[in-house]
């Protein structure tokens, strides 16, 4: 059975930096594309960031570019999304995703159905 536990978040001030972190088992992580998805209460799920089964090709929404940063390590299973210049409106639980479309096109990572499993998320809020 997959698992995917992310960590990292918390509270911090506008402005401020967050590192979270999501750990993989039970699948080979290195065949799988991975992204951080976001949720606020009474929102859709919001694409934040992917990348492919390598981690060669990234993707961001707009509202992330050049302030989040996403890599994975496949040879630990695990996947970091550097946040920096962090603003209220990242306020959010921030979830990671595994899809078997390795390669991962910007339109299939940002599609809900494109995920076969799914992390419990990790709160980030920031204060103004």
């Known amino acids: 059975q997959v698992q995917l536990v992310e960590s990292g978040g918390g509270l911090v001030q506008a402005g401020d930096s967050l590192i979270l972190s999501c750990a993989a088992s039970?699948?080979?992580?290195?065949?799988?594309?991975m992204s951080w998805f976001r949720q606020t209460p009474g929102l859709e799920r919001e694409f934040v960031a992917g990348m492919s089964y390598n981690g060669v090709n990234k993707y961001y929404t707009d509202s992330v570019k050049g302030r989040f940063t996403v890599s994975r390590d496949n040879a630990k299973n695990t996947a970091t999304l550097q946040m920096n210049n962090l603003k209220p409106e990242d306020t959010a639980i921030y979830s990671c995703?595994?899809?078997?479309?390795?390669?991962?096109?910007?339109?299939?990572?940002?599609?809900?159905?494109?995920?076969?499993?799914w992390g419990q998320g990790t709160q980030v809020t920031v204060s103004a």
């Open positions: 995703a595994l899809s078997r479309y390795g390669d991962g096109t910007p339109l299939i990572l940002q599609r809900l159905t494109s995920y076969t499993d």
């Open positions: 039970g699948r080979t992580f290195s065949d799988y594309a």
